[in-house]
């Protein structure tokens, strides 16, 4: 369910650790899609980040591991600064490598976020029953598309607003689409694209996930309803 690793700190504490890639991005000349290294890592960092508050954890550190030169360094950081200021993570630390020694003909960038949270990790697979809803919030997007239509990625900020509601479980998307992320949810249910009505295309690639599957009661519909807006997208299960 979850691509988080939980190690035990204590007797009561979890760290858990949450990462991502990205290459053949940002400034190079053969890179597949021309971005500035800033924001390579802020959705880098927001892939990483999204994991590991939805695992229930608070991040208190990012490791970032650079193959694009010395000089991309500091817009690295600013992207991971960025995304850190959004969730009010003031006190985030960073540290991180350069591979100096030989010049790469493509970026590549690899990022972890560290977080802490009380207990075990909830349940790897939730119960569907006929109380359970099923949103997307945000729209799948990847590459070049993404770059052009930013405005439709979910916020980091309204993540981690619907992530704090209780009794809402929260699951970033990325690579492998909606729908493969939607069957490693449930212990009791599996869906096919036939099984849905959607307003998204759940088995496209939600890039640096920007989308996220949201989980909750009927009870709950309308407070997230109101809060996502037009990132809202409910997937109805067909008569």
Sequence with gaps: MRDVLSVPFNSEEMIVVASDNSGAIGEKEQDAV???YETVSYYSFRVAVME??????QPFAAALQNFCGDDAWDQLIRGIKKGADELGLTELRITGSTESNFNLLQSAVGLSVLGKRQGALPAETLIYTDDTRIAV???PLVGQELIEREVEAAPLKLFKMINSIEDTETLPVGSKGILKELNGLFSNRKFEVKDLESEVDLEKSAGPSTCFIAVFSEA???EIRKLAGSYFHILKRKA
């Design 34 to 36: 021309q971005v500035p």
């Design 137 to 139: 919030i945000g729209s």
């Design 52 to 57: 590991c508050l939805s695992a229930g954890a």
């Design 220 to 222: 709950k519909s309308e």
